[in-house]
């Protein structure tokens, strides 16, 4: 247990559809990460925030948002749904940012299936 | 973009053997790091490099840093079942963003 949970675990939707993933980051992180998996493209870096403001975006399209709020907690909103967004989304957290060699801890995953 | 390519991308051998995974990418990276993530879980941190030329040990894992810090390898001594997993190299550039190798995919037999 990585102490990083995301919700919910499963997700089955239509295409055209608005979803929203959760992250918790473990006690004491600052830095939230946003990552996809899929078969094709592997895991992708989408997004990075840091005690509640952006500090990196990587390949993450203008359908999808986060933020993270002043909790910690992030979300992750998924809009316009098509079925290639179908894919795994993970959430790791690591106390600092902008350190070469912080650990990031990843959550268990959100597994979204659009049809 | 994909940064990082790993070879073999699956790699099926029997207990007890030895194997080496390899990633590797024109890019330079301040530091490499290795994961393996399990079936219905999110990658697990093994080991990061950040020398040039490092080699680090964890039990029958042994992990080197290329010389010009643009390639890594793994190598696994007397493979067990436990061992099986998708092994993910990751490289971070100025950026402190990861890049995720195309992964390598070990299933060890008893």
């Known amino acids: 247990d990585s102490g990083v949970t995301q919700t919910p675990k499963h997700l089955i939707t239509a295409t055209g559809q608005r979803v929203t993933l959760r992250c918790s980051p473990r006690?004491?992180?600052?830095?939230v990460y946003w990552y996809q998996q899929s078969l094709d493209q592997g895991l992708q870096f989408l997004i990075h925030?840091?005690?509640?403001?952006?500090?990196a975006k990587g390949n993450i399209l203008e359908r999808f948002s986060a933020q993270q709020f002043p909790d910690l907690h992030s979300e992750l909103n998924l809009s316009s749904l098509e079925l290639g967004d179908s894919a795994l989304y993970f959430c790791?957290?690591?106390?600092?940012?902008?350190?070469?060699?912080?650990?990031?801890?990843f959550g268990p995953g959100t597994r979204l299936t659009v049809l | 973009t994909q940064l990082l390519e790993q070879s073999p991308q699956f790699l099926s051998i029997q207990e007890g053997e030895n194997l080496t995974v390899y990633c590797n990418s024109s890019?330079?990276?301040?530091?490499l790091q290795w994961y393996r993530q399990e079936p219905g879980e999110g990658p697990v941190l093994l080991v990061t490099?950040?020398?040039?030329?490092e080699v680090k040990k964890l039990k029958r894992l042994t992990f080197q840093f290329g010389d010009a810090r643009k390639d890594s390898s793994l190598h696994i001594t007397a493979a067990q079942p436990g061992d099986t997993g998708l092994y993910l190299c990751?490289?971070?550039?100025?950026?402190?963003?990861?890049?995720f190798g195309t992964g390598t995919r070990l299933t060890v037999i008893p």
């Open positions: 790791a957290s690591s106390v600092v940012s902008g350190i070469s060699t912080d650990t990031q801890y």
């Open positions: 006690s004491g992180d600052l830095s």
């Open positions: 925030y840091y005690n509640g403001e952006e500090r």
């Open positions: 890019s330079v990276f301040s530091s």
């Open positions: 490099v950040v020398t040039g030329g």
């Open positions: 990751a490289g971070r550039t100025g950026a402190n963003n990861l890049f």
